[in-house]
């Protein structure tokens, strides 16, 4: 979440000053040794940052920066971050489920490091409009079958049928 800064406690790194904009981490440590968060979310009027350390679990922003743009760190760093865990090689071919704003920043962080072959699927018209101009073909499950639309991905891709013991797991 992208925050105003309102209250400061003691110790405090020079870098978050009141009225200063940070990003903070949400999925902080807890301290039972476990990750996740007990602290309110950004639907909440305020929210308290506990031991918070810059650069680690907050991130403080250039004040000038543009809320609205701030705002999609977080999705897009795990959009970004289950795209590259999988390792792809450019030449594979990348089946996203989803055009929500994770899987979008999922297909843009693929196409960004130069993969030609993403498709994404879902069952809503206006997500799939935003997957296109960054490069995807998309699936729209409301009016075509998967697996019918993900023979056809690789059809136009390979130029190829798959092969009858090619397998969809999902």
Do not use: W
Not at 10 to 32: R, S
Request: aromatic share 6%.
């Amino acid at each position: 979440m992208v925050s105003e800064i309102v209250e400061i406690g003691t110790d405090v790194h020079e870098d978050i000053q009141i009225g200063g904009i940070a990003f903070v981490d949400p999925t902080m440590g807890t301290g039972m040794g476990a990750a996740g968060s007990v602290m309110a979310g950004a639907f909440c009027e305020y929210a308290v940052v506990k031991n918070a350390k810059v650069n680690e679990n907050i991130y403080p922003l250039d004040k000038d920066c543009d809320l609205d743009t701030m705002a999609i760190i977080e999705p897009f760093c795990v959009g970004t971050k289950e795209a590259t865990m999988i390792e792809p090689r450019k030449d594979e071919k990348v089946v996203i489920l989803g055009a929500g704003t994770i899987g979008l920043c999922a297909a843009a962080s693929l196409i960004g490091r130069g993969l030609t072959q993403v498709v994404v699927v879902d069952r809503d018209e206006n997500r799939l409009n935003s997957a296109r101009p960054i490069g995807t073909m998309v699936v729209n499950t409301t009016h075509e079958d998967l697996k019918e639309g993900l023979d056809s991905f690789i059809r136009n891709l390979s130029g190829v049928f798959p092969s009858p013991r090619c397998r969809y797991v999902y």
